[in-house]
């Protein structure tokens, strides 16, 4: 999820991108570790337009800051004519995203909105590669306290994961002991999953870290890089990876995480497309940290967009991974 304006692109920037050079190496950035590639990125221009096209089969595409902008609701001009024209070529096209709020249905509902379509099966939102990871990869047998939002519920419901915990907590809030004491714990339950959750509350932390106490049971996370995006002046919205720092802490435990930047979200888009050849594959999304560091990570190549949550200055900052493309937009392969 991600919040924010996307940066309009300068000359000065343009012609610093230049002179950055990479070197194979390792950036710890917010407590994750990214591998940077031992190339200097190249703006997408006329000049490799067709060897770009012809270098990949496999189109990974980040959704939000990518496919429309960081409001959820902006439509980027072009998108739509990209995604026809990449299914005219053949191309596979996977849209890969760390928002965990939407089931792989509603995602297709809001591509639909925008003009182009997509099969669900081609849909890896974070709660439904969660379930996939849970079940076909972890092949977890038991109940899951499920901190999560709509989409995961959804996610879990359809792939038949047994999941309580979802919504609000049927428990009265208190500090007292003796209360916190007499709420009910299930027992059988063999894994704790943290995702968005906007009914996040005091009860939820003290249940899952009690759960959590048992070494047996999983401890999974949708994802934990986005933090907190600003709102507008003076308002900071809490995300994912608050609620998992907050959970993480009270355990005192450590997650498996499924979304991006971690290579795990790639084992589980590989277990429903095991077809795809990493070398002939490119992932494309606005965040230097998710979308880049999880491509820079799993080794694939990467295409950084300026309509989102980073900017050039970013990328020259030293502190995020580095692409192997820039774009203005997704949308410039039609203007090129």
Request: charged share 20%.
């Amino acid at each position: 999820m991600h919040l924010g304006n996307g940066p309009k692109l300068s000359g000065n920037l343009l012609c610093k991108i230049g002179s950055v050079m990479q070197t194979d190496r390792k950036i710890t950035n917010q407590n994750h570790t990214y591998t940077t590639m031992a190339s200097e990125p190249k703006f997408l221009d006329k000049g490799n337009l067709s060897e770009f096209l012809q270098s990949y089969d496999t189109f990974m595409l980040d959704c939000d800051g990518t496919l429309w902008e960081v409001d959820h609701i902006t439509a980027i001009p072009g998108i739509d004519k990209v995604i026809h024209m990449l299914n005219k070529l053949g191309k596979r096209i996977l849209f890969v995203t760390n928002n965990s709020v939407h089931s792989n249905l509603n995602y297709k509902l809001k591509f639909q909105s925008f003009g182009f379509d997509a099969s669900e099966d081609h849909i890896f939102g974070v709660a439904y590669a969660t379930a996939v990871y849970l079940k076909d990869i972890a092949k977890m047998d038991g109940l899951v306290y499920l901190v999560g939002s709509p989409g995961m519920a959804s996610e879990f419901s359809k792939a038949g994961i047994n999941y309580f915990g979802f919504g609000a907590d049927p428990d009265k809030a208190s500090w007292d002991p003796k209360d916190l004491l007499d709420m009910e714990f299930r027992p059988n339950v063999k894994a704790v999953v943290v995702g968005y959750d906007e009914h996040f509350h005091y009860n939820k932390i003290y249940k899952a870290a009690s759960y959590l106490q048992d070494s047996e049971c999983m401890y999974v996370a949708s994802n934990d890089v986005e933090i907190s995006f600003p709102l507008g002046p003076g308002r900071m919205q809490p995300v994912t990876g608050t609620l998992v720092k907050t959970v993480s802490i009270a355990a005192r435990r450590e997650p498996i995480v499924v979304g991006k930047p971690h290579p795990l979200f790639l084992d589980c888009v590989m277990k429903k497309h095991p077809e795809i050849v990493k070398e002939r594959t490119i992932f494309i999304g606005d965040s230097l940290k998710a979308d880049v560091g999880f491509a820079n990570n799993v080794g694939i190549d990467s295409a950084f967009v300026l309509t989102g949550t980073h900017n050039l200055n970013d990328m020259n900052s030293g502190e995020f991974p580095k692409p192997t493309y820039i774009m203005k937009s997704l949308a410039d392969i039609l203007d090129i």
